[in-house]
């Protein structure tokens, strides 16, 4: 049995593992947004790189969960007798619970992620500010552009307000998206967060259990007296 | 051990490595026969597949440099035999393979896929077609002919030329006024198709040269309208050698530099040479040139890859050889005339014989032999390692042999003793399983999870790679980032795979003495070094950037349908060769996405293989464990008479005798390798 207060520990850690784990994620997401990439690009970069990021991170979190649950087991193991020690190897239990949280049932399904599409921020609409002068071709104007103006009428008007304002305009707008990403994403893995911390701490059960009935099984077995701890130098082993 | 105290040594030899490898090729053979069935812990399939490469082993040498560098004029002088035509502009796109073949032929594949093989003519027949094919006609070196014939390779034949293409080709060459020269482009575009359009030249031919495992290519020229080309990426990617051609003034080359920060990758920047042409004509210089170079390259290449040669001389001194004399050679040709008349004279100042004094100023004396000890190291080692991987088979052979001599002496003195000692080394053996469960048990916590170095490293390598894909600043540059990323990842996973190696080699080791000592069982040999290689091969994965950047109309197509950016929409087909929407900016864009999308999910599929090999180890350890408890139990159920007992010491004997014979030939062998 592993004591409650090291099973705390083990979560703490864990618990420090996956904040560490989501934080790279969020690095990696946001170190291409903020590039000048183009924003089509990036739209179906956000939608679909976070969940395909944490997939990946939940199998390397799922490792470090099996290392330290079976680090605090092999220490209780090496006490035991050599026919014991050889039966646990035998019931393989890391490959076990590894197969068994990674299967179809039991995997680790990120949710999608649902990014503000914001069409009109892309390519249909430009918003604007009334009342902003801009200069075209010499032409000082002031105009009012209604909040939802069609990307197809800025032809039409753009001699009145001048094509750098419309691309000054549309820049704008993709870093506001971009913003307005980065704001999704960070709620996003916030409860993917809670998603995968609930999902080892299951593992973690479904491990305890399994390693329950195996000491169980042993406790009751007649050669827990007859102790043959073996001459192997473990400390040597652990120590390299 | 004695492998590093080759590689300290330094002085291999092409024709020494021929006839050592012949040698071992033998000892292999009778090592596979001595072996039989027993399992001496070498993976056999693994050093087969070894023996196999070294068979067909072949060192490509890669020819680089710029148009008119003197690039065709070295090669002949190398290969000693003026095959290659020198006094012509060669086409980019065409390619040229040169290697050794008793028979002279010449193979031409077109782009439409058609070949053309000429076959035992005559060596001015095969320069003539040569010239034919792989130069630019005298006619048309004003127009851009190598983006012409790129653009039907690319999308067929050309109905018509009108303002749009010229305008394409400017922007894409940098020559102006095309427009003034639309009949010549006419001209030559209509006469061209993919028939006709040759892709690969493959020239076969028995030079004098006593290195017929070298495989040559002469590369396009680095500033060449066009630039370099996919297919030239893969061959200098795999050669190992690059040879970068330049005359030795100016000293100074811009194209040797950008070569080397944009276009070879940094592993391949190991394999560089820098060869100085023309030295002749600057003879007094020669040597400060030659410094200044090494000081100018400092940073870039190492000062012992830099020579000065002079390809002219070297042929010269050729003809020499040949039998032809100083005066048949002036007459013969114009371009060595001037450098016969000289250096006889100086041949005689410096009291040297002719030959002398040609090859002393050829500089290849100090080129080919290390061109040859930098090709040869690392075959050289191989034959090494093979020899010692071998070396070690026996040793486990001869140890499974005394240690069943033992068991049959002592079934033969106390079948009683005999069944203990058999069980008491089961016990043994049970021990050993078990501590190697706790070993792997300990693997798995070093090399798995957040904290393993494999993790770490790969978190880091996309970072810093993302951002060089998004700087870079041309096509050339993005690709050769990606190519170094591609290293970079293998050589982490690589180097993760020798870490467990060594990390369950060392385990192994530690415990062997105590469990021979005490259980009288031998640690059985696991041959990490096959598990490394299967694994390695298993890992490495080469993702073919070259297919995007073909499908670059296909990309830039897809940039004025924004739709086609999704990428289940970029699958369909779409219509290619529309060439007013060739945007080279909005494709760079397309690529650098593509590319970021492309890595991640290389970033992944070699994680995911690097953890399937961590299992081929596991599997590995745990097969070789049952292999020996089988072979405990096996022992234990045949009881034999003392008759076969008797003769079965005496053939395992026997078999030792023969296997101690082949390992001094080995260890000899060895000492002979290293003296």
Redesign the interface.
């Known amino acids: 049995m592993i004591e409650t207060k090291t099973l705390k520990q083990i979560e703490k850690k864990l618990e420090e593992?996956i904040s560490?784990?989501i934080e790279?994620i969020k690095?990696?997401i946001f170190?291409?947004i903020d590039?000048?990439?183009?924003i089509?690009?990036l739209k179906?970069?956000v939608k679909q790189?976070p969940r395909?990021?944490l997939k990946?991170k939940a199998e390397?979190?799922l490792?470090?969960l099996?290392?330290y649950l079976?680090?605090e087991i092999?220490e209780k193991i090496k006490s035991m007798h050599?026919?014991h020690?050889?039966e646990f190897?035998k019931e393989n239990l890391?490959d076990k619970i590894r197969v068994k949280a990674l299967s179809e049932n039991g995997s680790f399904k990120p949710q999608l992620i649902k990014i503000k599409e914001e069409e009109s921020l892309l390519?249909k609409t430009i918003t604007a500010m009334p009342g902003i002068a801009v200069s075209a071709g010499g032409i000082i104007a002031t105009v009012a552009i209604p909040e939802t103006l069609p990307l197809k009428a800025i032809p039409a008007v753009s001699t009145l307000v001048g094509p750098i304002y419309v691309i000054k305009k549309l820049k704008d707008k993709h870093k506001r998206l971009k913003n307005l990403w980065k704001k999704q994403v960070n709620s996003y893995l916030k409860l993917a967060k809670d998603d995968l911390k609930k999902w080892l701490l299951d593992v973690e059960k479904i491990f305890l259990k399994d390693w329950e009935s195996f000491y169980k099984k042993v406790s009751s077995s007649s050669l827990q007296s007859a102790m043959d701890k073996?001459?192997?130098?473990?400390a040597?082993?652990?120590n390299? | 051990m004695f492998m590093e105290r080759a590689l300290q040594k330094g002085n291999f030899r092409l024709t020494d490595y021929k006839i050592y490898k012949q040698q071992i090729f033998q000892l292999f053979e009778n090592y596979k026969s001595l072996r039989g069935e027993i399992n001496d812990g070498i993976d056999l399939k693994s050093l087969e597949t070894r023996i196999e490469n070294l068979k067909n082993n072949q060192f490509l040498i890669a020819v680089a440099g710029e148009v008119k560098a003197g690039k065709s004029t070295f090669i002949n002088s190398l290969i000693k035999e003026e095959i290659l035509p020198t006094d012509v502009l060669q086409a980019t796109n065409a390619l040229i393979e040169i290697f050794y073949s008793k028979r002279p032929y010449l193979k031409i594949t077109y782009a439409s896929g058609k070949i053309e093989v000429i076959e035992e003519e005559a060596k001015e027949i095969l320069k003539e077609k040569l010239k034919e094919v792989a130069s630019i006609p005298e006619d048309y070196r004003d127009i851009p002919v190598n983006l012409i014939d790129l653009y039907i390779v690319e999308n067929g034949e050309l109905m018509m030329i009108d303002d749009d293409f010229i305008k394409y080709l400017e922007e894409r060459s940098g020559i102006e006024n095309l427009k003034e020269l639309k009949y010549k482009i006419e001209n030559y575009a209509f006469s061209r198709s993919r028939d006709n359009i040759p892709v690969k030249i493959e020239l076969g031919y028995p030079f004098p040269w006593e290195f017929d495992e070298i495989r040559l290519v002469d590369m396009p020229g680095v500033n060449a309208i066009g630039g370099i080309h996919d297919i030239s990426f893969s061959f200098l990617d795999k050669a190992n050698a690059i040879l970068f051609i330049h005359p030795i003034k100016p000293v100074e080359s811009e194209s040797f530099k950008r070569f080397i920060a944009s276009v070879i990758t940094n592993k391949s920047k190991e394999n560089l040479f820098l060869i100085l042409t023309h030295s002749a004509v600057f003879l007094e210089e020669r040597e400060r040139l030659l410094e200044e170079a090494k000081r100018i390259y400092q940073n870039l290449i190492s000062p012992d890859r830099i020579f000065a040669v002079d390809s002219v001389l070297k042929l010269i001194y050729e003809d020499l050889k040949k039998g032809k004399t100083l005066e048949e050679i002036k007459k013969e040709q114009k371009q060595k005339r001037k450098w016969v008349v000289y250096f006889k004279d100086l041949a005689e100042e410096e009291k040297l014989d002719e030959k002398e004094v040609f090859i002393k100023y050829s500089g290849f004396e100090e080129l080919v032999p290390a061109l040859e000890n930098f090709l040869v190291s690392a075959p050289f080692l191989e034959l090494l390692k093979i020899l010692e991987l071998i070396k070690e088979g026996y040793k486990e052979q001869i140890a499974i042999y005394n240690e069943t001599i033992r068991l049959l002496q002592s079934q033969k003195k106390d079948r009683e003793e005999f069944l203990a000692e058999i069980e008491r080394r089961q016990i043994g053996l049970k021990k050993l399983e078990t501590y190697c469960y706790f070993v792997l048990e300990e693997a798995a916590t070093v090399f798995m999870g957040v904290d393993s170095p494999i993790e770490n490293s790969l978190d880091q390598l996309k970072l810093d790679y993302y951002d060089k894909f998004i700087k870079s600043a041309d096509i050339e540059e993005l690709r050769k980032y990606y190519r170094d990323a591609e290293n970079e990842l293998n050589v982490v996973v690589q180097e993760s795979l020798k870490n467990i190696s060594k990390f369950f080699r060392e385990k192994l080791e530690q415990v062997g003495e105590q469990f021979k000592e005490e259980y009288n069982i031998q640690i059985p040999k696991i041959d990490f070094s096959a598990i490394e290689e299967t694994c390695k091969r298993a890992v490495a994965k080469k993702e073919e950037i070259i297919k995007e950047v073909v499908e670059s109309i296909v990309e830039n197509w897809n940039f004025l349908k924004p739709w086609k950016w999704l990428k289940s929409s970029r699958k369909k087909r779409v219509v290619i060769g529309v060439r007013e929407v060739l945007d080279s900016e909005a494709f760079f864009k397309t690529l650098k996405n593509n590319l970021i999308e492309t890595f991640i999910e290389v970033v992944e599929e070699l994680r995911d293989q690097f953890y399937r090999a961590f299992e081929f180890y596991k599997k590995s350890i745990g097969k070789l464990l049952n292999e020996k408890r089988a072979y405990l139990e096996n022992l234990k159920k045949e009881l034999k008479s003392n008759e076969m007992i008797d003769y079965e010491i005496l053939m395992l004997q026997k078999n030792i005798a023969l296997i101690e014979k082949e390992v001094k030939t080995i260890e000899e062998f060895i000492e002979r390798l290293l003296q």
């Open positions: 593992d560490k784990e790279l690095n990696e170190f291409i590039k000048d990439l183009d089509y690009f179906e970069f790189y395909k990021l990946e390397i979190l490792d470090t099996l290392n079976m680090k092999l050599l026919d020690q050889y190897f890391r390519d073996s001459d192997i130098n473990y040597k082993i652990k390299i």
